[in-house]
């Protein structure tokens, strides 16, 4: 309960609402502590000018204070203060509540003389009490009330914003609870697991990823599946003509003669191809291939390369030349696995071409790449079939491919190897015409 997110988010609005409050508690009850102090001192200014003018007259229009007290008895019920006037020697001549009169006044609070003392001598003095009940509120009262009018809103606030909080956390941390189950459903194997998030914001995001992962998660399940499943199928077809060919040879129908031994030694070896073949796939898929990059003349490379395969061609009656420009950048690459591409492009050409037929490997400079071509006159690919033809296992002619010795792996790798150097590698085939395989490498810097 108290590490949930809905509980969290209680408590962090409780805390905005309660640091909000105070803060403005304390903002408003100082200012207004101020403006009432300033007001309270300028009606106080006012009143004593006030009275300072009545009493100036009358003396003026009088002559003396004769007949002052009612008037002073008055300004004193007028204004909720004592006010006491005395003459020029200090003897009360008028007290707003009638109790000093004629008596000497000690005052206790400073008074104010008139006329003041540049109009002439003094005729009096008179004093407003301060502590006599005022009509304004102190500014502590008003303090006070403003606080409870705040305690009170911020109360009301509060409450209000809790309600609020508590729908708002429910609707945050559903999408979060539901991400949860389905991230524990998935890690016990359910990878039919998926959110549904209508948020735009991050939750959403959230889910999307997740989504996105459960997906992954299954297709690589599914890849695995399948790439077991035709593992099994591809050994399955040497492994029994081998068997075949040894419970012949067992049984006496067959004799093991130089004819039967080399069939069986096809077999083994086109075995032990395919899992060298799968252990390079696996590897390169897992981006474990080990590549040693150097700067190197891809030139060289390529002239290597037809020389390896040249015997291979001539049997097959088949011309493989090189079609290079006078200038080429050097490359950045591991030779021994672009050797290892050159080779199974110009085997699976030379597999695929015709008596008399031309294979050309041509190269150019594409910016930062080099492009390398190998380029056949052979049976072409069928269009339907050239999406497919770098997947693993894949063979446009079932039958006659298996004839030739081809594990339908070898496109498979090549792709990795060029991936594995951040280039691409690409068909481009016509039935009956010839194809054209090309990947790129990177210049050298
Ligand atoms: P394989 O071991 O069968 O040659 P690859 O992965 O090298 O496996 O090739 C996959 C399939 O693509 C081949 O079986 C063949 O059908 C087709 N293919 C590859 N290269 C060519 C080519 N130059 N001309 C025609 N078909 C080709």
């Known amino acids: 309960m108290i590490h949930s997110l809905r509980f969290r988010l209680l408590v962090a609005f409780t805390l905005v609402i309660l640091v909000v409050v105070g803060a403005i508690y304390l903002f ?15 009606s106080e200014q006012a009143r004593f000018e006030r009275v300072a003018f009545e009493l100036y007259h009358y003396y003026r229009e009088r002559g003396g204070w004769e007949g002052i007290q009612p008037y002073v008895e008055q300004w004193g019920s007028l204004y909720g203060r004592r006010i006491i006037l005395t003459d020029s020697c200090g003897i009360v001549v008028a007290d707003s509540q009638g109790e000093l009169l004629g008596q000497q006044y000690h005052p206790s609070t400073p008074g104010m003389r008139f006329p003041p003392p540049w109009e002439g001598d003094s005729v009096g003095t008179f004093y407003i009490s301060p502590e006599s009940s005022a009509v304004f509120p102190s500014p502590w009262s008003l303090s006070q009330a403003i606080g409870h009018f705040l305690l009170w809103g911020a109360l009301l606030a509060a409450t209000v914003a809790l309600v609020i909080t508590y729908f708002l956390s429910r609707r945050i941390s559903a999408p979060v609870k539901a991400l949860t189950l389905a991230a524990r459903q998935l890690g016990r194997g359910d990878l039919s697991q998926r959110v549904q998030s209508k948020d735009k914001g991050e939750l959403g995001e959230l889910a999307q990823a997740f989504n996105a ?144 037929g031309i294979i050309t490997i041509a190269a150019r400079q594409l910016d930062s790449w080099v492009e390398i071509s190998v380029e056949d006159t052979g049976e072409g690919i069928p269009a339907e079939d050239l999406p497919n033809v770098f997947e693993r296992f894949y063979r446009v002619d079932k039958s006659r491919t298996r004839a030739t010795g081809g594990t339908g792996l070898g496109l498979v790798i090549a792709k990795s190897l060029v991936e594995a150097h951040h280039g691409t590698i690409v068909v481009e085939s016509e039935l009956g015409k010839g194809s054209r395989f090309s990947f790129t490498i990177p210049v050298s810097e």
């Open 28 to 42: 408003v009850s100082q200012t207004t502590q101020v403006e009432v102090r300033r007001h309270v001192e300028r």
């Open 213 to 356: 992962m459960a997906e992954n998660l299954k297709r690589n399940e599914q890849l695995q599946r399948n790439m077991i499943a035709d593992t099994a199928h591809e050994l399955r077809t040497p492994l029994s003509n081998l068997k075949g060919y040894l419970e012949a040879i067992r049984d006496g129908v067959v004799r093991p003669d130089p004819d039967t031994i080399r069939s069986l030694d096809e077999e083994a070896n086109l075995l032990s191809r395919l899992v060298d073949d799968l252990q390079e796939l696996s590897l390169a898929e897992a981006h474990e291939l080990k590549l040693n990059c150097q700067a190197g003349d891809i030139k060289k490379l390529v002239n290597q390369a037809i020389a390896v395969r040249q015997n291979q061609a001539a049997t097959k009656g088949v011309l493989v030349s090189a079609k290079m420009p006078k200038r080429l950048p050097q490359v950045n690459i591991d030779s021994r696995r672009i050797s290892q591409v050159l080779l199974n492009l110009i085997d699976n050409a030379i597999t695929h071409t015709l008596r008399g």
